[in-house]
């Protein structure tokens, strides 16, 4: 006999934090829902709901539902939990923020090399052009530099504090 459990009619408070962080998420250049479904398995109780149960708390098709999930699955910040049956279950994992600045500047990183081939295109009669990328290369690398270092600095300060 499968138990499954139920889930609880999500509380105001609880429905406007998963609004808030779906605002949060589309600021920072991802989807309002996929900010909605991560803040929802951050707090949802129980824990690791199905897809059916997150398109029904999210008022989201599944079909959205899965994409998005996917599309979070691949940033390493939720994962499906492995069940007998062959219906779906999702749940955050820690380290999500941490996760999504390590993918950010892994973008910037691949943004460096494009911008060194547009510095090698720019002969040298273009100087006003090239102080434009120079300058842009150069904070790239500073980010990609400041990220990684703030980054084990999180790590270390996680680490004193567990």
Known sequence: MTIVAEFTTVKPEESEFV????LVMERLGATR??????????????P?????????ELSLSKTAVSTVARQLEAAGIIERVPTAGREHRYRAVGGGWA?????????VKQSLETLE?????????????RVRLEETRDFFAFTVRDGDGMLQRWQEYRDRSS
């Not at 829902?33 to 129980?46: E, K, N, V, Y």
């Not at 996760?99 to 973008?107: H, P, T, Y």
């Not at 081939?117 to 052009?129: C, K, M, P, T």
């Open 19 to 22: 609004d808030r962080m779906g």
């Open 33 to 46: 829902s996929m900010g909605r479904l991560w803040a929802w398995l951050m707090i949802c109780d129980p």
């Open 48 to 56: 690791d709901p199905t897809l059916t149960d997150l398109a029904a």
């Open 99 to 107: 996760q999504i600045l390590r993918v950010q500047l892994g973008l």
């Open 117 to 129: 081939y547009g510095l090698s295109i720019l002969g040298e009669g273009r100087a006003a052009q």
